[in-house]
C-alpha cells in the first residue's frame, strides 16, 4: 500500500464548476499538508499549505484536512480553464527544510471553457 | 520570496557524456535541497537530499556513483548526471525551503541520444 494515493484521473468539468481533489494516507506521522500544480513541463507550484486537522482557504481555493480519517481534500470554486493542470498532494512530518515530503500521484484537471 | 531557479531548463546530450544540472536558492538559504525525477505522466520520484557541506543522502535504487550531488553554498546545490544513457533520459526538479513547505524549480528536461 503507497503512503499517499490520489485519484490519477483525468478529471474533466465545465468552467464555473466546483472541483473536489481528495488524498488519502497511512501515515499518522503526517502533520504538515500542500497541495501543488503542476502544468506540463513545469516544476510544481505551492498553493496551499495546512498544518493539523482543519480548513483553510485561499481566494478560489479551500484546502481540508480531517486526520482523524487520514483523508485530504482541495476545493476550487468558480474553476476556470487556467486551472487546467495536475494537482499534486504532498505531505510531511516536519514543516520543511530538513523534512522529507511524499508525494500523491496527482490527478490531472481539465476545465473546459 | 522563496523562488527557487535551476539552470539549465533543458538539456541535449550524447550518450556516455555528464552532464552538470544547478539549482539555487534565489531569496533564501536552503541547508538542505531535493533532487527529483519525473518520469512522463508519473509523479515526483525522491532521489535524493542534498545537505550544505555533508554529503547528499541517496534514496533506495539511486546509484550515488552515476547521481553525483554537490551542495557547496547554503543557495547552490548541483547534480552531476555521469555517463548519462537515454534509460536516463527524465525531467529533473529540486526544492528547497526557507522555513515551511517546499519550493520548486523549474525543472531541467534532460534528452540523452
Known amino acids: 500500500q503507497k503512503e499517499v494515493e490520489q485519484d490519477p484521473g483525468p478529471l474533466s468539468v465545465p468552467e464555473g464548476a466546483i472541483v473536489s481533489l481528495n488524498c488519502t494516507y497511512s501515515?499518522?506521522?503526517?502533520?504538515?499538508f500542500m497541495w501543488y500544480r503542476q502544468y506540463s513541463r513545469k516544476g510544481p507550484e505551492l498553493l496551499m499549505y495546512?498544518?493539523?486537522?482543519g480548513n483553510k482557504e485561499d481566494g478560489r481555493f479551500t484546502a481540508q484536512v480531517d486526520k482523524s480519517s487520514k483523508y485530504i481534500s482541495l476545493f476550487i470554486r468558480d474553476s476556470q480553464p487556467s486551472d487546467s493542470a495536475t494537482y499534486l498532494c504532498?505531505?510531511?512530518?516536519?514543516?520543511?527544510?530538513?523534512?522529507?515530503?511524499?508525494f500523491g500521484t496527482g490527478t490531472k484537471l481539465q476545465v473546459i471553457p | 520570496g522563496a523562488v527557487v531557479s535551476q539552470h539549465p531548463s533543458w538539456v541535449i546530450c550524447k550518450s556516455g557524456t555528464s552532464v552538470k544540472i544547478e539549482c539555487r536558492s534565489l531569496d533564501f538559504q536552503a541547508t538542505t535541497m531535493f533532487w527529483y525525477r519525473q518520469f512522463p505522466k508519473q509523479s515526483l520520484m525522491l532521489m535524493a537530499t542534498?545537505?550544505?557541506?555533508?554529503?547528499?543522502?541517496?534514496e533506495q535504487g539511486v546509484e550515488k556513483d552515476k547521481f553525483l550531488i554537490n551542495h557547496a553554498s547554503l543557495t547552490l546545490s548541483t547534480l552531476t548526471v555521469t555517463s548519462a544513457h537515454p534509460e536516463d533520459s527524465s525531467f529533473y526538479i529540486c526544492?528547497?525551503?526557507?522555513?515551511?513547505?517546499?519550493?520548486f524549480g523549474p525543472g531541467t528536461r534532460l534528452t540523452v541520444l
Open positions: 501515515n499518522s506521522a503526517f502533520q504538515y
Open positions: 526544492s528547497a525551503s526557507p522555513e515551511f513547505g517546499q519550493f
Open positions: 504532498a505531505m510531511s512530518a516536519g514543516p520543511g527544510g530538513y523534512q522529507k515530503v511524499t
Open positions: 495546512t498544518y493539523s486537522s
Open positions: 542534498s545537505n550544505e557541506g555533508s554529503k547528499a543522502t541517496y
